[in-house]
């Protein structure tokens, strides 16, 4: 995905440049999938979209910032995408198509191809299952996905599945070269096919909203728009697939942890850990259409990643505090996660459920069995829940030594001066 680079045409002043910033963060995923459609070269939509943007910070601090700059993104991307079809000869191809592109703005009105035989009918869906191909393996479709939907860094996307940059890297270049090989690549998914895709399509929704709820790098914690539009692509799924556990379950799972947000934040932006979270400040209709979602999955089947997950955010939810919480049955949960889906990190939110139903020695016991995960080696979650535990057993210069670590660690710069504060506290050592 594109950024807006420093210097050259981006030194526009300030409030423009910030209005510029901020409708390329919330168009950018939409107008490289509406340039896919149009192009079916996902290199060259990313091309003529960042063409957009430096026309957006060539044009804006003279002629001002539009009334709808996000229109006028997907506008002046459209136009680019068209004059490159007709500079290729395709206009004929393609003239009942452009007619449209040239109409309209925005997608929100339906298109002439949209008939009974399209299954999804959105454009970032759309583009989110073209980016989960069979031709491509399991890693580089999330990985792919990641980086057009969510707009996420290599780096980002790296350290969500604990592997090395230039690995992601090289999967993201494959899976472009392998889908700009086959023109069928880019033909609208049926209904037969949308359930041979599902796995990895909800497995990117399901990164996506977690980079939105806990933020890899930068200087926010939350970003809630990215876990706005995970939820939304997670109703059209479910959607789409009704008799699907774990698309219920997923669904579920993203709107009980959304309906946290804004109790996970104080209005300058320090984090609030769920102890000390004003439950009032939960969104109740979120809650309830989780609650509903998870019902659903539960009546197809409760054992999925998802639909367990879902089930343990829905004991947070029913919990009038942290002190009400079942402990005990969320220790469980996470057991039958790791069953279903082994993993250190499953087991380290395990060690702190058991810490809570059990003790702060017995989450302790298993932390210290996986500290030598090497996919755990650079998590800096790790030390902050080995150093949360150690407070509470009231060893606190281990415990301000395994905050520093975390903070060392940490990418996120709120996260890291959350960790630094409780470092802090234990006084030195």
């Known amino acids: 995905m594109a950024t807006i680079e420093r210097g050259g045409p981006a030194a526009a002043p300030r409030d423009v440049r910030a209005s510029v910033e901020g409708a390329w963060r919330a168009e950018s995923a939409r107008v490289v999938a509406v340039l896919v459609r149009m192009l079916r070269d996902v290199d060259l939509a990313e091309e003529l ?7 957006a910070l060539e044009k804006w601090p003279r002629d001002g910032v539009p009334d709808n700059p996000g229109a006028w993104l997907m506008a002046a ?21 452009l007619a449209f592109e040239l109409e309209s703005a925005h997608e929100d009105a339906p298109r002439p191809e949209d008939d009974a035989d399209d299954a999804i009918g959105d454009d970032l869906l759309r583009l989110v299952f073209i980016a989960c191909h069979p031709k491509l393996s399991r890693e580089a479709q999330v990985a792919l996905t990641l980086r057009l939907l969510g707009g996420l860094t290599i780096d980002e996307i790296a350290r969500a599945f604990l592997v090395p940059e230039p690995t992601i890297a090289q999967r993201i270049v494959r899976a472009k070269r392998t889908l700009g090989e086959s023109d069928a690549a880019f033909e609208e998914p049926r209904a037969v096919d949308l359930r041979a ?26 970003r809630p728009q990215l876990c706005a539009e995970a939820l939304r692509l997670g109703r059209l799924v479910a959607g789409l697939v009704p008799g699907e556990a774990e698309a219920q379950g997923l669904l579920a799972l993203m709107a009980l942890q959304a309906s946290r947000l804004q109790a996970r934040v104080a ?21 309830a259409e989780g609650l509903a979602s998870l019902a659903r999955a539960q009546a197809l089947d409760a054992g999925g990643p998802y639909a367990l997950q879902a089930a343990i955010a829905a004991c947070h939810a029913r919990a009038g505090s942290t002190e009400e919480t079942d402990w005990a049955r969320i220790a ?59 407070e509470k057993l009231g060893r606190g210069a281990e415990a301000r030594a395994e905050f520093e670590r975390a903070a060392g660690m940490a990418r996120n710069a709120r996260e890291r001066d959350l960790l630094l504060a409780r470092a802090k506290k234990r006084g030195r050592r």
Do not use: C
């Open 49 to 55: 979209a960042q063409d957009a943007l430096v026309a």
């Open 77 to 97: 991307a459209k136009n680019r995408g068209i004059d490159h079809l007709r500079r290729n000869k395709l206009l004929q191809r393609k003239h009942e198509e």
């Open 197 to 222: 895709r599902l796995d990895p399509v909800l497995a990117v929704l399901y990164l996506v909203f977690n980079e939105g709820y806990a933020a890899t790098a930068g200087d926010d914690w939350i």
């Open 267 to 287: 209005e300058d932006g320090t984090p609030i850990l769920l102890a000390d979270q004003d439950r009032a400040r939960w969104d109740r209709a979120l809650v």
């Open 332 to 390: 469980s949960l996470y057991a039958a996660l790791a069953q279903a889906a082994p993993s250190p990190v499953v087991e380290l939110n395990r060690a702190v459920a058991v810490s809570m139903a059990d003790g702060p020695a017995a989450g302790l016991a298993i932390v210290d069995a996986i500290a030598d995960a090497p996919a755990l080696k650079q998590y800096h979650l790790l030390p902050a829940v080995r150093g949360d535990l150690l």
